[in-house]
């Protein structure tokens, strides 16, 4: 009796089957390098929305808020004329004004949605803050006030807000008040135009 046995096409699997697990291994490896370059730029472009989060908390606690918060009120007109090349946008500036002269509980002026704590969600300002390059389209930046406890501060204008002093064995006529501070909880979003990366703060503003 004879033993048929045939190799032939052996060597072909055998090579089919490594070229096969090569063009794995390059397919991990280019997915890997690949994965690592889309998490890099979203780090990035994450980086850039907080920087514009953190240029927005400069911009707003000081330069917009104080003018806000003075006797005379600045009107829509007037803030948007002065911060029009950041395209400020005041959507609800009556529930803005209450939220600045009152506490939390009497906005009567300000719905549900502009009191809740998301900054994107009717929020009481908005502006633009350009990018790093001219075809960066620039951050959004949604500002919210969330809560507010009224102090006594000085509000027409004037920033000195100390005691005046007298030397030791000095009479003071004059009763001063304590001054207490008025506090608002504020939240910020910065989001790129052209990406879905955000970042928010929220802060503690004292004036």
Same mark, same amino acid.
């Given at each position: 009796?004879?033993? /048929?046995?045939?190799?032939?096409?052996?060597? *072909?699997?055998?090579?089919?089957?490594?070229?096969? +697990?090569?063009?794995?291994?390059?397919?991990? *490896?280019?997915?890997?390098?690949? =994965?690592?370059?889309? !998490? #890099?730029?979203?780090?990035?472009?994450?980086?850039?929305?907080?920087?514009?989060?953190?240029?927005?908390?400069?911009?707003?606690?000081?330069?917009?808020?104080?003018?806000? +918060?003075? /006797?005379?009120?600045?009107?829509?007109?007037? +803030?948007?004329?002065?911060?029009?090349? !950041?395209?400020?946008?005041?959507?609800?500036?009556?529930? *803005?004004?209450?939220?600045? #002269?009152?506490?939390?509980? @009497?906005?009567?002026?300000?719905?549900?949605?502009? %009191?809740? =704590?998301?900054?994107?969600?009717?929020? &009481?300002?908005?502006?633009?803050?350009?990018?790093?390059?001219?075809? &960066?389209?620039?951050?959004?930046? @949604?500002?919210? !006030?969330?809560?507010?406890?009224?102090?006594?501060? &000085?509000? @027409?204008?004037?920033?000195?807000?100390?005691? %005046?002093?007298? %030397?030791?064995?000095?009479?003071?006529?004059? !009763?001063?008040?304590?001054?207490?501070?008025?506090?608002?909880?504020?939240?910020?979003?910065?989001?790129?135009?052209?990406?879905?990366?955000?970042?928010?703060?929220?802060? +503690?503003?004292?004036?």
């Amino acid at each position: 009796m004879r033993i /048929l046995s045939c190799e032939d096409g052996a060597a *072909l699997v055998t090579a089919l089957m490594l070229t096969m +697990l090569s063009l794995v291994v390059a397919l991990t *490896l280019l997915y890997t390098v690949t =994965a690592g370059t889309r !998490i #890099s730029a979203s780090q990035k472009r994450y980086r850039s929305a907080l920087a514009a989060a953190h240029g927005g908390v400069q911009l707003v606690t000081r330069e917009i808020i104080p003018r806000l +918060l003075q /006797l005379n009120p600045q009107t829509q007109a007037g +803030l948007h004329d002065d911060f029009s090349l !950041i395209g400020l946008r005041l959507p609800g500036y009556g529930c *803005l004004q209450q939220k600045l #002269s009152s506490p939390t509980g @009497s906005w009567s002026s300000c719905s549900a949605v502009q %009191s809740n =704590a998301d900054p994107a969600d009717a929020p &009481d300002l908005t502006f633009t803050l350009g990018g790093s390059l001219s075809s &960066d389209p620039g951050y959004q930046v @949604s500002v919210k !006030i969330v809560d507010v406890v009224p102090g006594n501060s &000085d509000a @027409s204008g004037g920033n000195d807000l100390l005691e %005046s002093g007298s %030397s030791v064995s000095g009479r003071e006529e004059v !009763i001063q008040p304590q001054h207490v501070s008025g506090l608002y909880s504020i939240s910020v979003q910065g989001a790129g135009e052209a990406s879905r990366e955000k970042a928010r703060l929220s802060l +503690l503003y004292a004036y």
